[in-house]
Structures are given as C-alpha cells and as structure tokens.
C-alpha cells in the first residue's frame, strides 16, 4: 500500500492560527500574488498550497465560507469542478504529472486543516514522489520553488481558460 507521508506539514498544522478563515482572509485582500491565489472565478478560486504535498499542491474553494459539502449551492458545486477540470488540465500541461489525487477533507477528524470552509486538494503525483526522504530523513524534496511554480501555472490557467471561454462563446 502507498501512503501520502508529508511529516514536513506538522510545522503547518501545529502553528498558531491568525484568527478567522485564511480562505476567506487571502480571497479579500486582493494580492494574489502575494497569498498565491492563481484563478478567481465568480464563485471559487484556486490557491497554491503553501505547504504542499508535492509541486504543484493546488487548492479549489468557494467565496463563500462553507464548511459542508452538502450545503454548497449547485452553482458553487458546478463551478468548484470546472475550475477542477481547467486546473488538472493545467498541471498536465505546465508540470506533466503521471498521476494526480483529487480529494476533500471533511471535518477535522478526517485530516481537515481548514474544517469549517471546504476546499478541494488537486495533488499532482510522478513515480517515486514518496520515498526514503521524507520516512528516514523527515525531508520532502520539493524541487521547483513556489514562486516559479506560481508563474508557471497562472499562465497554463489563463491559457487555458481564454479557450473555454472562446469555446462557451461560440457555442452560445
């Protein structure tokens, strides 16, 4: 059985938490850049996970704070999934992944960092990403740095979305 080891996260998930929702804090400062926000749609964006898994850790979360699936509105659920879709298609083109994990963690016993405002993990994998380092040496390699990741990816998405957005104009 593989495993997701990421023992590098314990400095995340033992911090000391500014008060209130970092989703919701980021989203409204306008300073994408800065907080690595790469996509703003009108009802989800997508965030660079600062502590990633792997390169390329994206995040996809409504606007609105929520922290349950089943009380997300159709139209936050729809788009959550498209902007999914643009963003898989993304990292297989900017990162050319060899597999990718999608998935949510609902509720804090489930691993949740964030509970109360739902978001989907978009983890693009390659062969050999978990290995000795992290288990023995409690290191995790991560080999392209956030930034250069950020520029990378926020062009695929623009690139990406211009065509589905010329695609959805001509069909209309």
């Known amino acids: 059985m593989e495993r997701l080891w990421a023992p590098w996260r314990e400095k995340f998930i033992l911090c000391e938490r500014k008060p209130g929702c970092f989703l919701c804090r980021t989203a409204r400062e306008n300073q994408d850049r800065k907080n ?3 996509f703003r749609g009108k009802r989800c964006f997508v965030i ?3 502590y990633p898994y792997n390169n390329g ?3 996809v979360a409504p606007f609105r704070h929520v ?3 089943e009380e997300l509105k159709e139209e936050e659920l729809t788009e959550l999934w498209k902007i999914s879709q643009l963003c898989v298609k993304a990292l297989k083109s900017g ?3 060899q597999g990718i ?3 949510m963690n609902l509720g804090k016993v489930s691993g949740a960092g964030v509970a109360d405002h739902i978001h989907l993990h978009i983890v693009p994998r390659w062969q050999g990403d978990t290995n000795f380092m992290p288990i023995f040496a409690e290191t995790k390699l991560i080999s392209v740095g956030l ?4 520029r990378l990816l926020k062009k695929e998405l623009q690139g990406i979305d211009k065509k589905h ?3 959805r104009s001509a069909d209309r």
């Open 36 to 38: 690595l926000i790469l």
């Open 48 to 50: 660079l996970n600062r």
């Open 57 to 59: 850790h994206l995040m």
């Open 67 to 69: 922290g349950k699936l």
């Open 95 to 97: 990162l050319k992944p």
């Open 101 to 103: 994990n999608l998935g």
């Open 147 to 150: 930034s250069n990741t950020y």
């Open 165 to 167: 957005s010329k695609r």
